[in-house]
């Protein structure tokens, strides 16, 4: 239990200084489900696919319409030096996903295509994995999220157990 207390206390840090690090004053938050596989001890590669919304924003981000759901959809692939519980250390260490974010307007139709990296010096995993998110150009952070994974903190998943909820917010 003090494993999984300092997981979710390390992760509510790194969100918490990044919402600084992103001028979070105006963040447009998203939710969504999907998967992220994460590799066996010894292969390198995360996958990360899923949907989600963003529900109405209150300042236009071009091309949207002020107050204009979005749907959102994602894809990448990266890689980390470690996987935190599931390679015996607390800590996953320079995670790095790049990442194709799809939004779709709801009333529009409007479609916008944005390249980003999921990123984060020191996170944690299973369960939460906070992440800072730029654009493919790198710095400054234009928003974070949370990774919500693995269930009752199992590690490897062989197909069998990807599922993940997703958390983030960007800067309009």
């Known amino acids: 239990m ?7 206390v390390a992760a509510g840090a790194l ?7 992103a001028q979070a004053a105006q963040l447009n938050g998203c939710t969504g489900s999907g998967r992220v596989y994460v590799p066996a001890p ?6 990360v696919d899923g949907s989600g919304s963003c529900p109405v924003q209150t300042t236009p981000s071009a091309p949207f319409t002020a107050r204009e759901p979005t749907t ?3 894809t990448g692939s ?3 030096d470690a996987l935190g519980l599931c390679s015996g250390s607390l800590l996953v260490t ?8 799809t939004y779709t307007g709801a009333v529009t139709g409007t479609t916008l295509v944005e390249h980003q990296v999921w990123s984060a010096p020191v996170t944690t995993s299973p369960l939460a994995t906070a ?3 730029t ?15 693995h269930i009752f903190l199992q590690c490897g998943n062989g197909g069998n157990s990807p599922s993940a909820n997703f958390v983030w917010g960007e800067s309009p």
């Open 94 to 101: 320079n995670l790095k996903l790049n990442v194709t974010m």
């Open 42 to 47: 010894g292969h390198p590669g995360w996958n």
């Open 131 to 133: 992440f800072l998110i």
């Open 135 to 149: 654009g493919d150009g790198g710095p400054p952070a234009i928003g974070a999220g949370v990774a919500i994974t």
């Open 2 to 8: 003090r494993r999984i207390g300092l997981l979710l």
């Open 72 to 74: 959102a959809r994602f």
């Open 15 to 21: 969100l918490a200084t990044s919402a600084t690090a």
């Open 78 to 80: 990266g890689t980390s």
